[in-house]
């Protein structure tokens, strides 16, 4: 059994960043990767908003340079899943299937969120090729490009709004016969030129073999089929936080996403903390994650401090 001051369940950009925080405070994490690590930016082909990288920087590149420097100044990393969380009494219990069980007297959650897609295998194959859930990280890409948008909600219309500042005409696919977004964005979108709507509409396949060069269309109840040339397909549908195995232990808003305090990482049990797309639904960017990871390691560093646990000088196992 592993016993630790801390443990950090994620290695996204929250989590690494809280793990090098926390270990240049001499906590000696343990982070919990998950399988596969590195969160969703691993799925990122070109970063050209984290600050630092003004040529630009992979997704997974900029990940194994976090997990680096996590390393130098010593934490430590199981590449495993967490397959039970116990957080009814200090220390915590992490229960990692067949590879053990982890006990820490504090935890950063660390989990994110992923998009919701289509379901697609097009939609897959072309995923960083043309097809994207994040509007503010690549609209950028399709400056002077049509492009097309599923969604019909609150972060749909956002993000469609956003596009046009890059693309002179962006249509937004719903399958509903009215949008669910809020009337004043509602009147936003209709009011802005660049922006189109087709209802009673799905998307059936993305079309191109190395870039997306535009989406095959159902509509209406009889099932008609179009063709829609664009050059990038966003889907803005949502985003599923990985809350499952805190259900019932930590507070969640009505979509899943875990809450904390105001002004603070902290959630409803004490020695629990919060950080990345687990908790933040409206951000979701790598660097307010990180952010975030760094506000969770001080909390963690603070509450450690404040309230010391008698089995924290026990020897850690291996990890």
């Not at 097309?148 to 909600?153: D, H, K, Q, S, Y």
């Not at 998307?203 to 073999?209: A, F």
Request: hydrophobic content about 40%; aromatic content about 6%.
């Amino acid at each position: 059994m592993d016993r630790v001051r801390l443990a950090i369940v994620g290695s996204g950009p929250a989590g690494l960043t809280a793990a090098i925080y926390a270990s240049r405070a001499n906590l000696r994490p343990l982070v919990l990767s998950g399988v596969p690590s590195g969160g969703q930016l691993m799925l990122t082909s070109e970063v050209e908003n984290y600050p630092g990288f003004p040529e630009g920087i992979q997704g997974p590149e900029l990940m194994d340079r976090f997990r680096a420097q996590a390393a130098k100044f010593g934490t430590r990393f199981r590449d495993t899943n967490v397959t039970e969380m116990d957080f009814s009494r200090r220390p915590f219990t992490l229960r990692l299937g067949e590879e053990g069980t982890v006990r820490a007297a504090s935890v950063i959650l660390a989990t994110g969120a992923t998009a919701r897609w289509l379901g697609l295998p097009s939609e897959e194959r072309l995923r960083g090729r043309g097809v994207s859930a994040c509007a503010t990280c690549d609209g950028f890409f399709f400056k002077g490009l049509e492009i097309a948008l599923v969604g019909g909600g609150d972060s749909a219309l956002e993000e469609a709004l956003f596009l046009t500042k890059f693309s002179p005409r962006v249509t937004v696919l719903h399958r509903g016969e009215s949008l669910r977004a809020s009337r004043i964005l509602q009147d936003r979108a209709r009011a802005n030129p660049a922006l189109s709507f087709r209802f009673h509409t799905v998307v059936t396949e993305v079309l191109g073999t190395d870039r997306v060069e535009g989406v095959r269309l159902r509509h209406g109840p009889d099932g008609e089929e179009s063709t829609l040339p664009v050059r990038g397909l966003f889907v803005a549908i949502g985003h599923d936080p990985a809350t499952d195995l805190v259900r019932g232990q930590l507070d969640l808003d009505a979509h899943g996403y875990a809450l904390t305090r105001p002004g603070s990482t902290a959630t409803n049990v004490e020695g629990v903390f919060a950080a990345g797309d687990v908790h933040d639904h409206r951000y979701r960017q790598a660097v307010t994650a990180a952010g975030l990871g760094c506000m969770a390691a001080l909390d963690a560093e603070r509450f450690l401090a404040e309230h010391p646990d008698p089995g924290e000088s026990a020897t850690p196992g291996p990890g």
